[in-house]
Antibody, heavy 124, light 110 residues
Framework: QVQLVESGGGVVQPGTSMRLSCAAS????????MHWVRQAPGKGLEWVAA????????YYADSVKGRFTISRDNSKNTLYLQMNTLRAEDTAVYYC?????????????????WGQGTTVTFSS | QSALTQPPSASGSPGQSVTISCTGT?????????VSWYQQHPGKAPKLMIY???KRPSGVPDRFSGSKSGNTASLTVSGLQAEDEADYYC??????????FGGGTKLTVL
C-alpha cells in the first residue's frame, strides 16, 4: 500500500542541526512532488517546504527559509529535510506528505498521503 | 505568512449540516482555486477531504463538499456523523509564499 515513514526526529539543543528522512513506498516516488508540514504541540498545521518531483523547484515557509533545506533521492525513494540553526519554536511533529492535483510552479499544493510524523523536541 | 482565518469551533447534531469558513485575502484564497481541507483526529495524521476548492479524493464521502466565494472558502459537512468529530484545517496556495494553512476548527458532534 501507499506509505510514507518519517524518521530522524529526537531531542535537540538550540543552534544544532538535524536531518529528517521520509521513506516512500507503494507508489512511483519520482512522479510526485512532496511536502513537509509540521505541527507544534497543541497547535495547528504549518506548511514548511515543498519540492517538485525532479528536485528542481523548492519552496519554503518564511519561518524556515535560510535554515532548512528540502531534498530528495529518487533512487532511494526518500525525501529529506535538513534543519540547521534549530530554534525552540521548531519543536513539532514533522509530517512528510505526497502532493496531489494540479501543479503550481512544478508542485501540487494539496497532499493526499501523509506519514505518521516524527517528533523534534528541544532540550534546554 | 499570515494564517488563514477559521472559526475555532463549530458544532452540530447528528444528521445536521455544518459549514466551516476559511477567510484569506486576494493573495491566497481569493487569487487561486487551490484551497484544500484536511480532517485530523487526535493523535493522527491529517487526511485530505477536499482539494482544488471542491474536488473530493477517492474514498471521501459525498457528505463533504467545498466551495469558494471571493476571499472565503467553505467546507460543508452534511448528515453529520459521530466520526466527523475532528479538527479541520483549510490551506491555500499563496503565490510567492506558496502555501498557507488556517488555524483550524474543532468540529463537535453534539
Amino acid at each position: 500500500q501507499v506509505q510514507l515513514v518519517e524518521s530522524g526526529g529526537g531531542v535537540v539543543q538550540p543552534g544544532t542541526s538535524m536531518r529528517l528522512s521520509c521513506a516512500a513506498s507503494g507508489f512511483i516516488f519520482s512522479n510526485y512532488g512532496m511536502h513537509w508540514v509540521r505541527q507544534a504541540p497543541g497547535k495547528g498545521l504549518e506548511w514548511v517546504a515543498a519540492m517538485s518531483k525532479d528536485g528542481i523547484n523548492k519552496y519554503y515557509a518564511d519561518s524556515v527559509k535560510g535554515r532548512f533545506t528540502i531534498s530528495r533521492d529518487n533512487s532511494k525513494n526518500t525525501l529529506y529535510l535538513q534543519m540547521n540553526t534549530l530554534r525552540a519554536e521548531d519543536t513539532a511533529v514533522y509530517y512528510c506528505a505526497k502532493a496531489v492535483g494540479t501543479m503550481v510552479g512544478g508542485v501540487s499544493v494539496s497532499s493526499d498521503v501523509w506519514g505518521q510524523g516524527t517528533t523534534v523536541t528541544f532540550s534546554s | 505568512q499570515s494564517a488563514l482565518t477559521q472559526p475555532p469551533s463549530a458544532s452540530g447534531s447528528p444528521g445536521q449540516s455544518v459549514t466551516i469558513s476559511c477567510t484569506g485575502t486576494s493573495s491566497d484564497v481569493g487569487g487561486y482555486d487551490f484551497v484544500s481541507w484536511y480532517q485530523q483526529h487526535p493523535g493522527k495524521a491529517p487526511k485530505l477531504m477536499i482539494y482544488e476548492v471542491y474536488k473530493r479524493p477517492s474514498g471521501v464521502p459525498d457528505r463533504f463538499s467545498g466551495s469558494k466565494s471571493g476571499n472565503t472558502a467553505s467546507l460543508t459537512v452534511s448528515g453529520l456523523q459521530a466520526e466527523d468529530e475532528a479538527d479541520y484545517y483549510c490551506s491555500s496556495h499563496a503565490g510567492a509564499q506558496f502555501n498557507v494553512f488556517g488555524g483550524g476548527t474543532k468540529l463537535t458532534v453534539l
